[in-house]
T-cell receptor, first 117, second 115 residues
């Protein structure tokens, strides 16, 4: 079974400061990792993914995430937070080596990011 | 690219009504679409996986006869909530993926309110 933990329900950060939203995962085999963002009453928007290659992945809106295999983590980061970054962030995982047709993602419970002006 | 359109965005209807929600991939073909349900302040709960031209695969605890899924083409999947009751009120979100190595792209969701 695969699982995702986002240990913080809420993260508050001042505008202009760096932000980190934490994610750890558990999966059999190699992971395929994602970050999505959700604004109120909207669906999820894809931010970035990691499947292989460089451990530091760059995504949309200046976000990046660092894959750490030994710590089974995939924390989302941004050097300088904007008020418009305030939203709900979801980390998701699935195993790369799955049967044909199996694309299911397991999502974390989400972390609410509030950027304070 | 990779736009997913979900319609309607908001539905309010009486108990006992059946409601159909459409999910379309506008600029790509999706062999697989997913239907999720999201409760307030909670994560997404996968309801079913929909493959074009075949029956949907439902997650444990999801009633197949209540949540009818049809994946008629590579760009359209529909979810019909049959004989809806107040406890079915929720935010329903669909997603679509080009293939197993591509991210899922999500619709904007449908807020369903059953009176």
């Amino acid at each position: 079974a695969q699982s995702v933990a986002q240990p913080e329900d809420q993260v508050n950060v001042a505008e202009g400061n760096p932000l980190t939203v934490k994610c750890t995962y558990s999966v059999s085999g190699n992971p395929y990792l994602f970050w999505y963002v959700q604004y109120p009453n909207r669906g999820l928007q894809f931010l970035l993914k990691y499947i292989t290659g460089d451990n530091l992945v760059k995504g949309s809106y200046g976000f990046e995430a660092e894959f750490n295999k030994s710590q089974t983590s995939f924390h989302l980061k941004k050097p300088s937070a904007l008020v418009s970054d305030s939203a709900l962030y979801f980390c998701a995982v699935r195993a790369i080596d799955v049967g044909a047709g199996s694309y299911q993602l397991t999502f974390g419970k989400g972390t609410k990011l509030s950027v304070i002006p | 690219g990779a736009v997913v359109s979900q319609h309607p965005s908001w539905v309010i209807c009486k108990s006992g009504t059946s409601v159909k929600i459409e999910c379309r991939s506008l600029d790509f073909q999706a062999t697989t679409m997913f239907w999720y349900r999201q409760f307030p302040k909670q994560s997404l709960m996968l309801m079913a996986t929909s493959n074009e031209g075949s029956k949907a695969t439902y997650e444990q605890g999801v009633e197949k006869d209540k949540f009818l899924i049809n994946h008629a083409s590579l760009t359209l999947s529909t979810l019909t909530v049959t004989s809806a009751h107040p406890e079915d009120s929720s935010f329903y979100i669909c997603s679509a993926a080009r293939d197993r190595n591509q991210p899922q792209h999500f619709g904007d969701g449908t807020r369903l309110s059953i009176l």
